[in-house]
């Protein structure tokens, strides 16, 4: 560089050897958030929209069947679950615990799962389901957007999805998400 | 040599899951196995989200290509099809993403940075050419005399 660049541009050029530092800096805290974020994470295109209609079998009585229909005018949680998904065992308690507080119904979605299995799981782990929808095929979980069981729906009075939980139920996520949302929704006409 | 042996006991358990999960669906029909993976291979697996429908074995990715299946056999079409799965799992279903608002970086980020690079390039690169050709000013004649005339003294 001459002398006369030099003095040409003292204040420029004083603070830009910092630049590639400071594109870094923005670089490591793109990355960085990107570590934080759940990939598995899929934001559903159901949510604000009303729950696809499907009518079932009930597991425990093969002979009766539930449709979603069937739940309109009340604030409701559906949860979908299989005797196969380990994550299901983690978050069962959470939802036995749930549904004694007696907030909201729980039903249950038995999903790409054997009949006897299903009934023999939650006699096992605990029933916290106003009742289960038997899903053998897993027709009603590709209308539902299900890929990855546990999932959970919160589902409002007029029939639409308000919130949408992929992967499990934790107490914090009934504290801090479901239970002011279904309060919220219980307080709508 | 203990290594290279568990190395190929770890690959022997990884390959053969793989191949006992296989499931291939016999349609009578060629033709519509072939329209069945044309779409599955636009079709994101969310269970194994780095294939598409078509690549993946995951019960998933089975069940989706067997509702492609016998959506094609009841007459609907690819993008009847297309449209019934962004409608329940998102765009991310989409294994090539849509042009939007939202993934307008997705999409042209890369060229940016390109272009971005490129400019930075050539001007370093015109500006060094510029500034080795500059003949030196009278001020800097007079540095450089004096600076030689120093070490010439310091002999």
Redesign the interface.
């Known amino acids: ?5 030099a003095a040409d541009a003292p204040t420029r050029s004083k603070w830009r050897f910092l630049l590639p530092l400071a594109a870094f800096l923005v670089l490591a805290v793109l990355l960085f958030v990107g570590l934080g974020l759940n ?2 994470e ?5 949510v604000g929209k009303s729950a696809p209609h499907f009518e079932l079998p009930q597991l425990h009585r093969p002979d009766q069947r539930f449709s979603e229909q069937d739940m309109r005018g009340k604030v409701w949680l559906l949860n979908v679950w299989a005797s196969w998904c380990a994550s299901c065992r983690d978050e069962h308690p959470v939802l036995v615990e749930l549904a004694k507080s007696g907030v909201m119904p729980i039903i249950g979605l038995n999903y ?1 799962d054997k009949r006897e299995d299903g009934i023999a799981w939650l006699a096992r782990f605990g029933d916290p389901y106003v009742l289960s929808a038997f899903d053998e095929k ?1 027709k009603v ?5 299900v ?2 069981v546990p999932e959970t729906y919160v589902i409002d009075k007029a029939g639409v999805i308000r919130y949408k939980r992929i992967g499990i139920v934790t107490p914090q996520i009934v504290s801090q998400k479901i239970l002011p949302l279904v309060r919220e929704l219980n307080r709508e006409k | 040599m203990k290594s290279k042996l568990l190395t190929a006991l770890l690959l022997l358990a990884v390959a053969l899951p793989a191949s006992a999960g296989e499931a291939a669906p016999t349609a009578a029909d060629v033709a519509l196995e072939k329209r069945v993976m044309a779409i599955s291979e636009e079709l994101r697996c ?2 194994c ?1 780095n294939q598409t429908i078509a690549d993946s074995n995951a ?2 990715a089975v ?2 290509r067997n ?1 492609v299946r016998e959506k094609l056999a009841a007459g609907m079409s690819e993008r009847e099809i297309i449209d019934f799965m ?7 279903v989409l294994y090539r993403p849509p042009v939007k608002i939202t993934t307008v970086l997705l999409w042209f980020g890369p060229a940016l940075l390109l272009a971005l690079g490129l400019w930075l390039f050539l001007r370093t690169v015109l500006r060094r050419r510029a ?1 080795a050709m ?1 003949p ?2 009278s ?2 004649h007079a ?1 450089a005399a004096a600076l030689l005339k120093n070490t010439e003294g310091d002999r």
């Open positions: 560089m001459t002398a006369e660049n990939p598995r899929v934001p559903s295109p159901l790409k897993g979980g590709i209308d539902y957007g890929y990855g | 969310l269970v989200q019960g998933l069940d989706l509702e962004v409608a329940r799992y998102g765009d991310f500034s500059a030196l000013s001020t800097e540095r």
